[in-house]
């Protein structure tokens, strides 16, 4: 049995093929769920971060290869619940996904839950695995090492919200870069905590004059600023 923040989990069966677990479930209480993580918790404090992945087969191969901080969330997608309860553990969980179309769908989901919820102190990091692999595939190739090493260079949330903005348009007209701006500062008005809003004005601030050569167009001017 695991107990996973209120609710407790029995294993039924491991399907080592397919990389499927059968889980039992017996509500005990209201409180998020994740698998693992009683056992995670410890682990946690001493690792000073909790990695979150995708599938239970994923977090019983890592707890086995010596990585015990982490969990998968109880349910298809991360939910506000989890998140927060993730943030009780540590202040910048890593959501390691895989390297695929899908993993980088789900990496995006979890940035935009996150960014109304961010507070001073406390984000995210993202860890996409090489080569479409999930994490049992890189232990089975790669080792442990392997795994640590992708955690460890985990990327901030700014920096993956950068890139999903850069992979979202291509920026090849005026009209186009124009959105591409109106896009980012739309996007930052989602985060709630005003400090936290205000850094990341300033960081995105920084990387389109880096990005276009010139100072960005603040929200209402007609013309844009020249250097």
């Known amino acids: 049995h695991d107990w996973a923040h209120g609710e407790q989990v029995q294993l039924v069966s491991v399907d ?16 998020p769920r994740a698998f693992k993580a009683g ?5 946690a404090h001493s690792a000073g971060t909790i990695v979150a992945v995708e599938g239970y087969m994923d977090v019983i191969a890592m707890h086995r290869a010596g990585i015990a901080e982490t969990v998968a969330p109880l349910g298809t997608a991360l939910t506000t619940d989890q998140l927060v309860m993730l943030w009780r553990i540590a202040p910048e969980p890593v959501l390691c996904f895989d390297g695929d179309s899908a993993g980088i769908k789900a990496a995006h989901r979890a940035l935009d839950l996150a960014l109304p919820l961010l507070l001073p102190g406390h984000s995210l990091r993202f860890a996409l695995l ?6 049992d595939d890189l232990l089975k190739t790669g080792g442990p090492g392997a795994l640590k090493e992708v955690i460890e260079k985990a990327e901030p949330l700014s920096d993956v919200l950068w890139a999903r903005a850069l992979e979202e348009n291509d920026r090849a007209t005026p009209e186009r870069k ?10 930052l008005f989602t985060i709630g905590d005003q400090k936290v809003r205000a850094h990341y004005q300033d960081d995105m601030r920084a990387r389109l004059q880096t990005l276009f050569g010139r100072a960005p167009v603040a929200a209402g001017r007609r013309s844009y600023q020249r250097r």
């Open 130 to 135: 090489p080569g479409g692999q999930d994490p």
């Open 16 to 31: 080592q093929q397919a990389k499927t677990v059968r889980v039992k479930r017996g509500c005990y209480g209201t409180q």
């Open 39 to 43: 056992q995670a918790r410890a682990a």
């Open 178 to 187: 124009a959105q591409f701006e109106r896009d980012v500062e739309q996007l």
